[in-house]
């Protein structure tokens, strides 16, 4: 229920200050998966959900979000298995550089075995 709460303060928030949240599709898609669970867990705040679909709006119905999740969930997956890791390749660690052990040696630190330097 805070996550609800929240999502329904933050979007009121943005609103006052100019902002719109219900063009976010991350922020859509929260709060339809907070419908979601309220229905799964049997919350029937009617305050709280009316908050929640009003975020949301007529214009988009809730299966395309939730159809998106689970694709994007499974790429994530995928990227996972793939990279070994859910980072971007900006993120990604590749061999250390020789500057880069000399740094991490200077700090004090060891790396690995001699014959990897």
């Not at 329904?8 to 943005?14: F, G, K, T, V, Y």
């Amino acid at each position: 229920l805070n996550w609800a709460r929240f999502l329904i303060d933050a979007d009121l928030s943005c609103r006052k200050h100019g902002i719109t949240t219900r063009k976010w599709f991350g922020f859509c898609s929260r709060a339809c998966e907070v419908i979601e669970d309220c229905r799964k867990w049997g919350i029937g705040d009617a305050d709280l959900i009316s908050g929640l679909k009003e975020i949301l709006g007529k214009s988009t119905p809730p299966s395309f979000y939730k159809t998106l999740r689970l694709i994007d969930c499974k790429y994530i997956g995928l990227k996972a298995r793939i990279t070994g890791g859910r980072g971007t390749s900006s993120f990604r660690m590749g061999p250390l550089t020789k500057e880069q052990k000399i740094l991490i040696e200077n700090m004090g630190l060891k790396i690995g075995s001699k014959k990897n330097r």
